[in-house]
């Protein structure tokens, strides 16, 4: 797929806009025009890294379900769109079908915008309901938390950092995408405390004071890894190969998961987490130990308290202890 634009997480990196080759075979056809808006639409309106690529994967299996059935761009009409929705429904969750649905009818959107076809088929097509109370995100208890924390080996400055990244998530609330994104320069004191920068979605600045044991982690990591006058540089590195050194490359989203699932693994713990699992565990301790979803929501960084209320998973336990009344 042919288009590139340069990236919001590195001075001077590209981002390329490719899923599995070239331009779908539909915008292909439908002429040049149409073949500049559809990169255009990808690079200069959607800023966000991570939502590009969501939404260039939902929208690149419509395109060649398009293309299978020999549509052109211009013969796209609701009803193919709301065909196609009624075959997402039956392989894909609700919530993923409706963020497919979301990305397609904004592309077809700018394509009316920039004049290539002149109505969206998409405008119409309605998505599944869904409505969610509580989120699916597993979360650890107090003990598994501790557990796995305790058991990374912190006798090398890979095992420091791997503590130090899952801490962050856990006391701070914050998301992967942020944590693997701060600078040395984004750990800093504040009066007699430290405070933690998170550069969250949106490009929004989230400041918050850290926890007294998040800030041992770091102090201890940023010490061993020998980055402190290093203020501009990437706080959490990725690793030289099993050297047990860091390099000067950022740890990415995919490196934290599969460390998580290292970690898990060597903790012995066989609930099926994730990085985000550690922003629940964070947020449901909290709520047990006193704290408010206002507060919660603020220190999440959450624009609605319906957000925040989706990882309070403070009834799971009593719901356990209900379920355990059946003598059957």
Aim: charged residues 25%.
């Amino acid at each position: 797929m042919s288009g590139e634009v340069l990236g919001t997480n590195s001075p001077g990196a590209v981002v390329r806009i490719e899923a599995d080759g070239p331009l779908p075979a539909v915008i292909v056809r439908a002429g040049k025009r149409a073949g500049e808006k559809f990169v255009e639409f990808f690079t200069a309106t959607i800023r966000n890294e991570n939502t590009r690529m969501a939404y260039l994967r939902a929208v690149t299996p419509f395109f060649r379900w398009v293309e299978a059935r020999t549509l052109t761009l211009e013969a796209v009409r609701p009803i193919h769109v709301a065909a196609y929705v009624e075959l997402l429904c039956r392989e894909r969750a609700a919530p993923t079908v409706k963020q497919h649905l979301a990305a397609i009818r904004m592309l077809f959107d700018y394509l009316v915008v920039g004049q290539v076809i002149e109505m969206n088929p998409a405008a119409a097509v309605r998505g599944p309901s869904y409505s969610a109370k509580k989120g699916k995100t597993p979360v650890l208890d107090e003990d598994e938390a501790r557990t796995l924390l305790a058991r990374i080996d912190t006798t090398t400055v890979v095992g420091l950092r791997d503590r130090a990244v899952i801490a962050v998530m856990v006391y701070s609330f914050a998301r992967v995408g942020a944590v693997v994104g701060m600078r040395v320069q984004d750990y800093y004191p504040q009066g007699k405390r430290w405070w933690l920068r998170l550069h969250e979605k949106g490009g929004k600045l989230h400041d918050l004071p850290a926890h007294h044991k998040l800030e041992e982690y770091l102090d201890t990591y940023v010490a061993a890894a020998g980055i402190g006058g290093d203020k501009k540089g990437s706080l959490f590195r990725t690793a030289a190969g099993k050297t047990g050194r860091l390099t000067d490359n950022p740890l990415t989203r995919r490196d934290a998961y599969r460390m998580v699932k290292r970690r898990q693994k060597d903790a012995g713990i066989e609930t099926a987490i994730g990085c985000h699992t550690f922003r629940a565990t964070g947020i449901t301790n909290y709520l047990l130990n006193g704290g408010t979803l206002e507060k919660a929501q603020q220190l999440a960084n959450h624009e609605s308290a319906r957000t925040t209320k989706l990882y309070d998973r403070r009834d799971d336990k009593p719901s356990l202890d209900e379920i355990e009344r059946i003598t059957i």
